[in-house]
């Protein structure tokens, strides 16, 4: 089992940032990649950021220069630093792990409303 604690959600103008973390823990020895989703009213869930088994870092077009996703190796913590918000960054987040048989665990998710 994977464990998380999300945090750093809230309602901001567009334009402003917010910082996301999420803390992973339990079975992570076989990652095969780790990062955030997020899911607006009436869509489908979507990868926002990723990181691969490689290290290696992957973004949705949308949020590319935008946003930044990062990890503490020593605090479990992985972070997506979000700026220049628009309103159609609102959604719900999900941090996500996946694991080496393809499993993929879920955050409890986080909201994010971006409106003036």
């Known amino acids: 089992q994977v464990h998380f604690e999300e945090s750093g959600g809230g309602e901001i103008q567009p334009g402003g940032s917010l910082r996301l973390s999420c803390v992973v823990s339990g079975s992570t020895a076989k990652m095969l990649s780790m990062g955030w989703y997020r899911q607006a009213p009436a869509e489908e869930r979507d990868l926002v950021a990723a990181?691969?088994?490689?290290?290696?870092?992957n973004y949705a077009d949308s949020v590319k220069g935008r946003f930044t996703i990062s990890r503490d190796v020593a605090k479990n913590t992985m972070y997506l630093q979000m700026n220049t918000l628009k309103p159609e960054d609102t959604a719900v987040y999900y941090c996500?792990?996946?694991?080496?048989?393809?499993?993929?665990?879920w955050g409890q998710g986080t909201q994010v409303t971006v409106s003036s």
């Open positions: 996500f792990f996946r694991d080496t048989s393809l499993q993929r665990y």
């Open positions: 990181f691969t088994v490689t290290n290696k870092t």
